[in-house]
């Protein structure tokens, strides 16, 4: 670490020393937990690659809020995903859990090992490079008792081409899950811990982690509420790429749509080769005065798909009975 640096840190301490000292814990609020209850541990997850420059700025103000928050009791854990510049140094530097991979895994990998890791009943997860404040925390724990998670969406920010990404995925989920979407892709959200191992497995080692969890979460019918927030521009290059990760998001969409509703992607191609069919048929019989093969393969294909979809909902189905037995396995 160089001299400058342990100036900051160093800085960094002691004015969070004095502002603990000054800021008195929050009361509870009315209403948000039971008399004698102790809160539950929060462990926030922070997945890293590379994110030396964005630490450095984002931990003292993490570690600010947090000891602001006297009534509840938090870890962050911070999960190196092979980073080359010294990330996890400097996060034990600010009283960091650390847990490193030899080598880059991938950001999802990243979160799954920090959920497996955490020792908190929820989960805390934000972005290492700093475009999730840490001062809108706050809002989202006000909501911790009510809902089983709770997502902070995205409010302007980002390029255009991004955004209207995200409204396409926001679009289609909404269809899926039958409920208004406001971030799909947002990777600032709490959740309880146990739900959420049970779903692990399912998780992608890529960005579009958030994806999975918000259609497992809302199709496992956990309740799931949206916080607007402002991000702050990141420093340095984002990872993602539009072009390749924009695809694979697309894809993961239409895998976990056919793993967690298959019926809302079955049944409307059953239908419109069902009504290609018809059509062909009626031509067929103004035309030429008969029912082709081509008219009888089509109604047969619509009927094919519109059966594998009822028992792929069937299994979908049993999947869900079964959610239960993995939140018991959960500690």
């Known amino acids: 670490m160089s001299a ?3 100036a900051h840190v160093t800085a960094a301490k002691e004015i969070r020393q004095e502002t603990t000292s000054q800021v008195p814990s929050p009361a509870p609020r009315a209403g948000r937990r039971p008399k004698g209850k102790v809160w539950t541990t929060i462990s926030v997850v922070l997945p ?58 991938g950001n999802g990998a990243a979160v799954k090992r920090g959920i497996r890791e955490a020792r ?15 001062r809108e925390i706050p809002r989202l724990l006000e909501h911790m008792g009510e809902y089983d998670m709770v997502v902070g969406a995205r409010s302007g920010g980002g390029s255009f081409h991004r955004n209207l990404a995200n409204r396409i995925y926001n679009g289609l989920a909404t269809y899926v899950t039958g409920r208004k979407i406001e971030d799909l892709t947002s990777g600032f959200r709490l959740i309880r811990r146990k739900p959420l191992l049970s779903f692990l497995y399912l998780l992608p080692n890529t960005f579009s982690y958030p994806t999975t969890i918000t259609l497992a979460m809302i199709r496992a019918g956990y ?86 979809g009822l028992v792929s909902e069937q299994v979908a189905q049993l999947r869900y009975e079964r959610s239960g037995e993995g939140e018991d396995r959960g500690h």
């Open 120 to 134: 908190g009943e929820w989960v805390l997860l934000m972005d290492a490079d700093g475009q999730h404040p840490p």
């Open 4 to 6: 400058a640096e342990k």
């Open 48 to 105: 890293a690659l590379d994110e030396r420059a964005n630490l450095l700025e984002l931990l003292p103000r993490l570690r600010d809020v947090l000891d602001s928050l006297g009534s509840l009791a938090f870890e962050i854990l911070l999960v190196d995903d092979g980073s080359g510049d010294g990330s996890h140094a400097l996060a034990r530097e600010f009283g960091a859990r650390v847990v490193r991979h030899p080598e880059p895994l």
């Open 223 to 308: 309740s799931v509420k949206y916080v607007p927030f402002l991000p702050r521009r990141r420093m340095g290059n984002s990872k993602i790429r539009i072009f390749r990760d924009g695809s694979r998001f697309f894809l993961i969409l239409l895998k976990i749509t056919t793993l967690f509703s298959p019926l809302k992607v079955f049944l409307p191609l059953a239908l419109s080769v069902w009504v290609m069919g018809g059509l062909y048929y009626v031509y067929t019989f103004l035309t030429a005065h008969r029912f082709t093969n081509m008219g009888l393969l089509l109604l047969v294909q619509g009927s094919i798909l519109f059966f594998l």
